[in-house]
């Protein structure tokens, strides 16, 4: 995971990554709110989800574009997908794998709008000195997973394929929890070998004990070109009648990024502002304002759009090899039809007016950022 002084210094690249050519916001129009119900594939809104949860109403990102939001928690991503299929919610923030294509090759009526987390965030990983080195290594070991719906498990299994191995026989997935149950499953009563998550878990799991809990994840270059794994999600209908609403919850999500990447304690605070509940009872508050830096940025390093392998300059684009290249890994083990294409998973029409804001304005305004109270 990322160092303190690593942190700085990527918070400190915001003003680089805003400097993207992204046209300056006009002063918006004064309009009745349009409402939007958010569901956030997540059983708990911890500091990971901040760009979502809480920054861009605190911050006032969505107010200014007459937006009200009311978010909601599913765990799990396929959960979170069917509460936007039956109408109970417009938007779900959801892993591409089963709360997009697998409801799409049953006939959903879904599209992703915004490209949320770019990098690949869900892989593998072990304690550091685990002699596990390769996924190859794998064969024959148990990898602990949050619960066995969760959308990692099919990313895991496509790059595990990749390198070789049956995915379905020659690796178990347990389910183990999170935190510090994760933690005691692959430390101490050791009932794993490794974890099946992703980053911000593996930053909570790493803070119930830093000076013994440490972890290495296990990559491949075939996991590395795998950039559209979670976005905002929709059906047809919402985006036609919706339209705004869409483009202002984007945006306030592209704001609220560049806001946290320059000033990470600032977000951490205003989250905890939101929500107290999120702050661990009984810490020194500077090890826990530490610990939730660290779960952000590894959240946030993920969402980076100025050092993907496609070049790109909007936030929430999704590049045709983006959707092409995660689908076909999926449907080469089984996990997706291969009638789906990938033409029918998404679509860029709202990511201009998405990026209609002065980002470099964003930077300025977290640099100088202090949080009251």
Request: proline share 4%.
């Amino acid at each position: 995971m990322l160092s303190r002084r690593n942190f700085l210094a990527l918070s400190a690249s915001g003003a680089a990554l805003a400097a993207s050519g992204l046209p300056a916001l006009r002063p918006a129009a004064a309009a009745d709110p349009g409402k939007l119900t958010v569901v956030i594939s997540s059983a708990s809104f911890e500091p990971g989800t901040s760009t979502l949860t809480s920054l861009p109403d605190a911050l006032g990102f969505w107010k200014e574009d007459g937006l009200e939001v009311t978010l909601r928690s599913a765990r799990g991503s396929a959960l979170g997908a069917q509460i936007v299929m039956t109408g109970e919610a417009d938007v779900v923030h959801a892993g591409t794998s089963v709360g997009l294509m697998q409801p799409v090759a049953q006939g959903a009526d879904l599209k992703a709008w915004y490209n949320m987390i770019i990098h690949n965030f869900q892989m593998p990983a072990v304690p550091e000195d685990s002699p596990i080195k390769t996924l190859a290594d794998l064969k024959g070991k148990k990898l602990g997973v949050i619960g066995q719906a969760t959308a990692t498990i099919p990313i895991v299994k496509a790059v595990l394929e990749d390198a070789g191995l049956d995915p379905e026989t020659d690796v178990t997935f347990v389910d183990v929890g999170y935190g510090a149950q994760a933690a005691a499953a692959l430390w101490v009563t050791k009932r794993v070998d490794g974890l099946a998550m992703y980053d911000s878990v593996y930053a909570a799991i790493e803070n119930v004990d830093p000076t013994k809990y440490k972890l290495r994840i296990i990559s491949s270059p075939l996991a590395d070109r795998v950039s559209f794994q979670t976005a905002l999600i929709s059906r047809s209908e919402t985006l036609a009648n919706k339209r705004k609403e869409l483009i202002a919850l984007g945006k306030g999500q592209a704001k609220a990024s560049i806001f946290a990447l320059t000033n990470p304690e600032a977000a951490v605070r205003l989250h905890w502002q939101r929500y107290p509940e999120q702050r661990k009872a009984g810490m020194d508050e500077a090890v826990a304002l530490d610990q939730e830096i660290r779960g952000l940025m590894a959240r946030l390093t993920n969402m980076r759009i100025d050092t993907m392998a496609v070049k790109r300059d909007k936030w929430g684009y999704m590049d045709p090899i983006d959707v092409s290249t995660y689908l076909e890994m999926l449907q080469k083990i089984g996990s997706i039809s291969k009638d789906v294409k990938a033409n029918q998973l998404y679509t860029n029409d709202l990511i201009a007016g998405i990026n209609d804001f002065d980002a470099k304005a964003i930077v300025e305004m977290a640099k100088n950022y202090k949080v009251k109270g």
